[in-house]
């Protein structure tokens, strides 16, 4: 029998915890945004782009689709790095190439320094930690995925952590959760995937047979079927101790 606070069960159903690192734990929209003003006010970028606002929602979903085309191998990673920056800048009416490269340059070296994680993360991390093994799953950059674990202090968490570049294979492929429960010695039946993305986080659990928690901030309304979502990570408490 395991007892935990007011929870008590007699056998809990998983035994691993794949966590996605970006938008789930650590705050990638916040710590995003902070590094990019920091960027704008010393290229004075205010000079040519009307607001800061202008330029980041426009960054935000030249970016997002950057990198729906890297996940489809459309563009290399070296093109993404740069060429997001470069269209965003181009939407104010700058176009210099060199500019958009050392922005690139400036931002991947700065941002995974940035320590904002969503609430409640490292207090449901530390109450996790005992009776599950926990991991990190991540279609991130590898050179700084590490960086901000360490930087966030979540790097004395995860049993394993697996990113997409070392596997070949971003999520949602099946190859990237083979590797991942691999790595981890788990089986799909007793893991659960804990992820914001719908598409590389959910969907790939899915099709792979994984349990999945959707962790859902904005509160978004979706029409995909899903059986178990989360405004806040701590609700996972409940679910992982109650789940048999």
Known sequence: MIVFGN??????KYKHIFFDLDRTLWDFEANSSDTLAEIFAEHSLNLKCKTFEFFLENYKELNKQYWIDYRNNRVSKEVLSWKRFYDALLLCGIDDVALSKQIAKEYVGRSPYKTKLFPEVKNTLEKLKSD??????????????????????????????????????????????????????????????????????????????????????????????????INCIDELIDIVYHTL
């Not at 995860?158 to 492929?173: A, L």
């Open 132 to 229: 599950f093994h926990l991991h990190i799953i991540t279609n991130g950059f590898k050179e700084v995925q590490f960086i901000k674990l360490k930087q966030s202090g979540l790097d004395i968490y995860p049993k394993s952590i697996t990113i997409s570049e070392d596997v070949g294979k971003p999520k949602p492929h099946i190859e990237f959760f083979e590797s991942a429960l691999k790595k981890a010695n788990a089986n799909a039946y007793n893991s659960l995937i804990v992820g914001d993305d719908l598409e590389t986080d959910i969907l790939g659990a899915k099709n792979y047979g994984i349990d999945y928690v959707w962790f859902n901030p904005e509160k978004e309304i979706t029409k995909t079927e899903i059986k178990k979502q």
């Open 7 to 12: 929870f008590i069960s007699v056998k809990m």
